[in-house]
């Protein structure tokens, strides 16, 4: 079984500052990818960054990336130069070696203030 | 296409009336995956597929949710005798490799049980 964990319910940062959302995952897997998903209050599924657990480097996509820190199974999101329409619920989700299950962590709910 | 569809965006049924859910992959995704998202924080795995074949149905309440991907034709979710429980969004996932590629989403499918 697999699990992710995102301590942080909900946060604030201030426009244009940095943020870092946290993720911790739980695998037996030696192999595995880890993503982030945004979810705006639109209600769609916006994919931002994808890991695989034999990169060396860390992702990154534009202002996103993703501090992947294996010995402690965690992958946490940051977003650089926050703006406005980066308020919404951030997912970090986990697939498993076999390819076949996607798993969510509970999300956490960023609001960004101007 | 370029981008998972889902039909209808939103679906309305009486309680016990069946309820049936479209998802066309992005051409060439071999996986599949179908999630249920009660609340705005929670999602559970319903069931992939790897083409036309189930890879992991361990998500889905087998009595009411049966789902199907058939070859020339959309993947379906269906729920038979509908309850208000199963109020929710439904999203689909298709993905090229989950090892290795993003795993994008649908636009989601609402379905209210009233």
């Known amino acids: 079984a697999q699990k992710i964990t995102q301590t942080q319910p909900g946060m604030f940062v201030q426009e244009k500052e940095a943020v870092t959302l946290d993720c911790t995952y739980d695998?037996?897997?030696?192999?595995?990818?880890l993503f982030w998903y945004k979810q705006p209050s639109s209600g769609e599924m916006i994919f931002l960054i994808y890991?695989?657990?034999?990169?060396?480097q860390n992702a990154t996509e534009g202002r996103y990336s993703l501090n992947f820190q294996k010995a402690r199974k965690s992958a946490n999101l940051v977003i650089s130069a926050s703006q406005l329409g980066d308020s919404a619920m951030y997912f970090c989700a986990m697939i498993n070696n076999a390819g076949n299950m996607l798993t969510f962590g509970g999300g956490t709910r960023l609001m960004v203030k101007p | 296409g370029e981008e998972v569809a889902q039909t209808p965006k939103h679906l309305v049924r009486g309680e016990g009336q069946k309820a049936k859910l479209y998802c066309a992959p992005i051409?060439?995704?071999?996986?599949v995956f179908w999630y249920q998202q009660v609340l705005k924080n929670e999602f559970k795995f319903l069931i992939s597929?790897?083409?036309?074949?189930?890879?992991?149905e361990t998500g889905m309440p087998k009595e009411r949710f049966s789902a199907k991907c058939l070859p020339n034709s959309p993947c379906s979710l269906e729920i038979q005798a509908t309850k208000l429980e199963d109020s929710a969004v439904y999203f689909c996932?298709?993905?090229?490799?989950?090892?290795?590629?993003?795993?994008?989403f649908g636009q989601g499918t609402r379905l209210t049980v009233v």
């Open positions: 051409k060439g995704h071999s996986y």
């Open positions: 996932a298709s993905s090229q490799s989950p090892r290795g590629q993003e795993a994008f």
């Open positions: 597929f790897q083409n036309e074949n189930v890879f992991d």
């Open positions: 890991q695989g657990s034999y990169d060396e």
């Open positions: 695998t037996s897997d030696q192999s595995y990818g």
